[in-house]
């Protein structure tokens, strides 16, 4: 047998002795225990040690409250009643543990009932719990996937972990979805300071979300709203427009509306903003459209062309030359003429704002919210059934607008939206507002 160095076993001693002065006799010892465990890996010991500090941690307020044990207090206001089953939030998950008991004690001597510690509050909220849940669920992971991917919290925590089951999963991700929708739909939106509002619509199991994106003055990106409805129509868009201006949109500084080619959505903005507002429609929708009304061998030629008019740098240049290739659309193939012709002028609202480069690439089409769309479709697509009806779409989406808002960045080309918000603004001063025409009239 190998003997052992004595000058190592004081070494142990003396390391014992230090972590109970520093750490305290309860907390020393818990980590005495756990030492073990590391073979398990980084987590498992983490997950111990968080267990060991919770456990230590509480029985220190209960010495506090109830002072050391056996202690002779006439005085005091507190007394042990011994411990219970309990469980806090460790690794994602649900883990049990004793919590001590204290009671309340009358100045006559009587129990005045069971004192809840503050400490063990703080361990058992389900808040980061739900939040775990939330990012597996939104990353795409099914229900009946969670606990196999939960955190490496060791072999003997994981027989006894809790809420990981498929309905404990499913519970908490419909609470979460249900305070994403209730947290969208009251966001307030007096505060921010829009320059651009974004709409455009996602189809979520045979129903159409339309949803709303604003760009603020310096560029950040906000999702502000949406409406379930069976189809982009403009009865639904309007009653989205209207919600958002009874929670405080401000428009009244100028703001640019960027939509794709649907006649709803450019109706249902005219018909809540009036001429206050200006609108640039997607050209990307534009081109598409077009295209889908061409002979396959044209297509290419004609979207060159139709290409090269967007990026005209001079608006007026560009809505000539898209008119003259309407024109000669009119000889070959009407349809696809009529198609480019309708709401033209909209596709050069940027150029004629004076924006070019990176903003104006940007602002031309509504990639920017098709890409939160597309990351709402991802967060939803191991859904096989829809229940609530509605309700689910809407949460779900909203979660999906949620988890968008998380990955965002400022707008390409953000450093020239000064130069934007202060070309809205001289449009808006162009403008003469209803309450204008009637001091007008009354003078």
């Keep these: 047998m190998k003997k052992v160095d004595g ?20 907390l020393a010892v818990e980590l005495g225990e756990i030492a073990v465990l590391c073979r398990e890996g980084l987590m498992a010991l983490s997950v111990e040690a968080g267990l060991a500090a919770a456990r230590a941690i509480m029985a220190e307020e209960a010495d506090a409250l109830c002072g050391p044990w056996n202690a002779r207090d006439p005085e005091r206001r507190h007394v042990r009643g011994g411990t219970t089953s309990a469980s806090v939030v460790m690794g994602g ?21 069971e004192v809840a510690l503050e400490t063990f509050a703080v361990f058992a909220n389900d808040d980061l719990l739900a939040a775990t849940v939330m990012e597996r669920m939104l990353a795409g992971v099914a229900t009946r996937s969670f606990a196999r991917v939960g955190d490496p919290i060791g072999t003997e925590q994981r027989s006894r972990a809790r809420s990981t089951s498929r309905s404990a999963v499913s519970r908490r991700f419909v609470c979460g979805t249900k305070k994403a929708l209730a947290d969208l739909l009251a966001r307030d939106l007096g505060e921010l300071d829009a320059a651009v509002l974004m709409i455009d619509g996602v189809d979520f199991a045979g129903s159409v979300c339309v949803v709303a994106l604003i760009v603020t003055a310096d560029g950040t990106k906000v999702p502000v709203g949406l409406r379930l409805g069976d189809t982009e129509n403009k009865t639904l868009v309007t009653a989205l427009l209207a919600d958002l201006v009874d929670r405080g949109l401000d428009y009244s500084g100028g703001l640019l509306v960027v939509i794709d080619g649907a006649k709803a959505l450019a109706a249902a903005v005219r018909a809540v903003f009036g001429e206050s507002v200006l609108i640039q429609r997607c050209q990307i929708h534009k081109r598409r459209n077009v295209g889908d009304h061409l002979p396959k061998a044209d297509r290419e030629v004609i979207d060159a062309r139709l290409r090269s008019a967007f990026a005209d740098p001079d608006p007026r240049s560009g809505l000539l030359k898209a008119r003259r290739l309407a024109a000669e659309l009119d000889k070959t193939c009407p349809d696809a003429a009529g198609s480019l012709r309708e709401g033209l002028e909209d596709m050069f609202t940027v150029r004629r704002l004076g924006i070019d480069g990176t903003l ?68 808006a001063d162009t403008i003469t507002t209803p309450c204008d025409t009637q001091q007008d009239l009354a003078a």
């Design 93 to 113: 998950q649900r883990l049990p543990l004793r919590r001590p008991r204290i009671h309340g004690v009358d100045a006559d001597g009587s129990n005045a009932g």
């Design 360 to 427: 104006a690439r940007t602002l031309v089409c509504t990639n920017m919210i098709e890409s939160m769309i597309s990351i709402a479709r991802t967060t939803t697509s191991n859904v096989k059934r829809w229940r609530d009806e509605n309700d689910m779409r809407r949460r779900c989406c909203a979660a999906g607008m949620a988890e968008a808002e998380r990955k965002f960045r400022r707008v390409r080309g953000h450093n020239q939206m000064p130069a934007l918000v202060a070309a809205l603004a001289r449009h």
């Design 7 to 26: 000058s190592a076993v004081r070494l142990v001693d003396e390391a014992d002795e230090w972590l109970a002065v520093v750490l305290g006799d309860h």
